[in-house]
């Protein structure tokens, strides 16, 4: 005797949702597209939406979003001694093994989706968050306060810059840890002290 389980696995039901939000972003725009498309076209009740998205917007950062707060959490615990080869460490670890996902395809179609808008403000909040980890990190390992904020600002540019060039020229042509590392080449000439 078999007994069949009601509803979609816990597991598939986060990417399902993704999935059909991704596919209606494409087909209707993003500011088209409500969240009860977004669970009509995945099966799921609008609860079940919110047991895994804050919000519409939330579909697409959700991943990344995670990623950041796993460096935050890193760049704060660096010792007072904080070196920039550290910092470009905790980056990596934002970049590394970045599989296609819905933020990615969000960049790479974004005038299809209608998400100019939505990314550049999304954008800059978590480049603000990141500039002022790594601004934070800067200065606990004595370096000044103005210089502290333009390498934090820098840092953060090149990795959501990279990303966005990543995802833009597509995710089989190099790895976002290639493209982040030619980003942070192009600070080499901002030293660190």
Not at 91 to 119: C, I, K, S, W
Request: proline share 2%.
């Amino acid at each position: 005797m078999t007994i069949s389980r009601a509803g979609r696995p816990k597991a598939s039901s986060r990417e399902t949702l993704a999935e059909a939000a991704c596919e209606l972003f494409l087909e209707r725009g993003y500011e088209s597209t409500s969240i009860a498309d977004i669970t009509q076209r995945a099966g799921v009740s609008r609860s079940s939406f919110f047991n895994y998205f804050a919000s519409k917007s939330d579909v697409i950062w959700a991943e990344f979003d995670a990623r950041l707060a796993e460096a935050a959490a890193a760049l704060g615990a660096l010792s007072t001694g904080a070196e920039a080869a550290q910092v470009r460490g905790v980056l990596h670890t934002v970049v590394q093994d970045f599989a296609p996902d819905p933020l990615a395809l969000a960049l790479r179609n974004r005038a299809a989706m209608g998400l100019d808008e939505e990314l550049v403000r999304e954008t800059g909040m978590r480049h603000a968050r990141l500039s002022s980890a790594i601004s934070d990190a800067a200065r606990a390992g004595g370096v000044g306060e103005i210089r502290s904020d333009i390498l934090g600002a820098a840092f953060a540019a090149a990795l959501m810059s990279s990303l966005r060039v990543w995802a833009e020229h597509g995710a089989g042509s190099r790895t976002p840890e290639a493209v982040l590392d030619e980003a942070l080449h192009s600070l080499d000439d901002l030293r660190w002290k």
